[in-house]
């Protein structure tokens, strides 16, 4: 433990808040913070006590957590498997290049963006919320944890924590489906997920499905994929604290970009109707569903047909697998195209949301501080296994050079990496 | 960075196999012998899970620590177990019968086939499928595709009114008779049918006519980037699509032909969420046709700004009314939402004296009236930006006047059920600030 709060100690003086322009260093200067950032990432560990919702954002170690680096760069990894891959980013699994010896099992997660795909698919504001929002929920029991950011010429880099079990879909879809309690467990963590970000920190994730549900070693979520997640103007912060006279908050408590995934998008994401933290609650619920029967309520070959059930059919149940009437009332209430009639979304909120009888019987308390054991325990049989994940193919050659018309227009975009 | 030992061994495996089979076409080889290995790979991992035992609820279910009434466990079946019965659900049934579908949206008119469109590790939206490995099983909707989602997004857009340019909907002139057809057209697709007057009018001056004076144009190609789409005004235009997922070279490479579009049909529904490949290639079947069309960008932005203009209204009307005076402004923001519009022509009883109050109201436009039962002519004026019937959100009391449209009006209604629902009793609102003063004079629906 000394080690760690050493290390901490160091980064502290040496990572610096993304968005702070300075001087740039010397050669001496970077090697130095080189140094000290390798240290503090090497002494990272996310198997940290639980802290209390209220204790994420003010544990020394959270703060250190999430920011950008000065001196790291795609030298200081080895580069292992690839663990996804999306349509402008790929995950890897690193370790540190050159280790020291009690280093030698340290694993992580490594998000590349490449900036050219980032600019032409316009996710430039995309990716910008997904680090900022990320840097301000690390430490969270089931959110990804991001260690720490950097760029390069042509790409973006976020160092995340590794979490061996892979996804959820995978399970799910071995599985084919999963029985009440399973779908609980995950359903209840996710709950906390979503006070906490809706509730606390005024974000809205806008893509919760199996596939960005991973299980860490002990078989407990953790949410990936921040990509869509942005802050709206309806945090806690907000709602209690300052109310400052005059300086009127400008963000305002819906966003308009259409962004999910067809099948788990609600009615007013498909008709541009202004979004709020509420399209969360509507997508849990088809994630119960898919959970309990193994595919989602609405889906088709053909996507327009998927938006036209959704905005118009309410959600049916097949005869099998039976589901019990507790759990359909749940899905029900969840998928209600009426937002002001949405569980999650109306009064009480997420407290509503414990208190149903899906629910019953469960110590959120508990939950929180992770003293129910996973139904499902990831096979790993060493540190950086990695067969719970699919293999993918390596990445086409001869990408798109990042020209210096394009580093012109946008790298100043990408400054807080 | 040198390769890992596993790179390598792929590299060579590879390697192996180009020399043993020789192919002609290398790229379309390998494709083929990683897909393949892709496949072995991921059934060999799944057969593990199982073998390895991988604990998956039933008898091995985990507990909570120290505690026998466990919520997640229990006397439960094994997840594992739970291998469908061979009976196709409801939903299947249902779904059979659906709706015609745009022929440009992907996967269009591939029968029972779920044909796949696009690569299979899938860059980009929709009709992506698995990886076969994933086969559909009983008791599975047989047409699921199994494999792994892509997310969609269109691009990012912030609302005219928040940023600094001055941006307002293109308009095309078009005759009434055309703007009739149109709204015929499009009035029964999903993507229109819930706009209101001002958002469908703004819509369809939008729309830009197209003249496609030939025969054979391709209007839009099969796996390129979608942004448009068409109304046919005049003409014909046939679909067709090619299995590969694209518009391939030589006469061939249009694919099938699947469908013909006549006036007042339209294509291309999809490119106005987002950025998806088109799913058809569509072409003018002869000369002298012509197009309206809509581009996404134009079509969010004129969602965007109505419906960020509208809040913003709301909102402010809101903010205006002592009775609310204690919301934050999140709070308000979650009224808004729950806000109707409603239209009355003039001479509308809107709220009626004696009636439940059940609801109230912000005028939005045009003018209204109250008038009691004894008194003569109106009571109070009501314009742009008055409330009215507020006491109902606090009180069963009846009516206490009534309100009429002295104008054509439009209101934004909130039910007291509403109201209750997003943010409790009205009672532990009020108890949050004093709220004592002078409701009776603001309001004279108030029964004293």
Known sequence: ?417 | MSLSSASLDVIDSLRKEILKNNPTDLIQFCANYFTRQLELERSHFLSSLNTQGTKMSGSTFPGRFGSNSNPFGGATTNAGEQVGSGQISKVMEEDETDTITSPTSPNFNFGNSGGQFGAPFGGDASGEGPPSSFKAADGFPSQYGMGRRTSVSAESLNPTAASNDNWSPPFHHKTEEQLQRLKKSISGNFLFSHLDDEQSAQVLGALVEKAIPAKGIKVITQGDEGDYFYVVEKGSFVVYVNKSGSLQPGPAGLGEEVATIRPGGSFGELALMYNAPRAATVMSAEAGCTLWALDRITFRRILMDSTFQRRRLYESFLEEVPLLASLTKYERSKIADALETHKYPSGTTIIKEGDAGEAFYLLESGQAEAYKSGTQGAVKQYTKGDYFGELALLNDAPRAASVISKTEVKVAKLGKDGFQRLLGPVESIMRRTKYDEGVEEIDPLHKK
């Open chain 1, 1 to 417: 433990m000394k080690i760690r709060e050493a290390g901490q100690q160091m980064a502290a003086a040496v990572f610096h808040h993304g968005s702070q322009s300075q001087a740039p260093l010397t050669p001496e200067q970077m090697a130095q913070a080189n140094e000290h950032e390798k240290e503090f990432i090497a002494h990272f560990s996310d198997t940290q006590r639980p802290l209390a919702p209220g204790e994420v954002a003010e544990s020394p170690r959270n703060k250190e957590l999430g920011k950008s680096s000065k001196g790291l760069s795609i030298r200081d990894f080895e580069l292992v498997r690839t663990l996804g891959t999306g349509t402008f980013a790929r995950v890897w699994l690193v370790r540190l290049a050159n280790p020291a010896e009690e280093d030698r099992d340290k694993v992580f997660a490594l998000k590349v963006l490449r900036k050219v795909e980032v600019i032409k698919l316009k996710q430039v504001d995309h990716v910008n919320h997904e680090r900022s929002v990320l840097a301000d929920v690390a430490g969270h029991p089931f959110i990804t944890t991001l260690i720490t950011s950097f760029s390069d010429h042509d790409s973006l880099y976020m160092l995340l924590d590794y979490c061996p079990g892979g996804e959820v879909f995978s399970y799910l879809r071995k599985a084919k489906r999963f029985d009440e309690n399973t779908s609980r467990f995950y359903a209840a963590e996710i709950v906390l997920i979503l006070e906490y970000l809706h509730e606390r920190e005024g974000v809205a994730y806008r893509d919760l499905k199996p596939e960005n549900l991973l299980l860490d070693g002990e078989g407990h979520i953790k949410l990936v994929d921040f990509g869509f997640a942005k802050r709206l103007g309806n945090s806690e912060q907000q709602k209690h604290g300052k109310k400052s006279k005059g300086n009127v908050n400008i963000v305002p408590g819906e966003t308009y970009t259409l962004c999910g995934t067809p099948e788990y998008l609600a009615p007013e994401v498909i008709q541009s109707k202004g979004h709020t933290t509420a399209v969360d609650w509507w997508a849990l619920g088809i994630l119960i569903y898919e959970f309990l029967t193994g595919y989602p309520p609405f889906w088709n070959s053909n996507p327009i047909e998927i938006y036209k059930q959704i905005v118009s059919k309410p959600v049916h149940f097949p005869n099998e697998p039976a589901i019990s009437p507790e759990a359909k009332d749940i899905i029900r209430q969840f998928c209600t195209v009426d937002r002001s009639k949405r569980l999650g979304n109306i009064s009480g909120g997420a407290a509503r949301v414990k208190e149903h009888p899906f629910f019953n019987g469960v110590i959120w308390e508990d939950v929180y501080y992770r003293k129910y054991r996973g139904p499902i325990i990831p096979p790993i049989r060493y540190p950086g296994d990695a067969q719970c994940f699919d293999t993918y193919p390596d990445e086409k050659a001869g990408r798109e050079p990042y020209s210096d018309e394009l580093k012109r227009k946008w790298e100043d975009h990408f400054k807080d990496f």
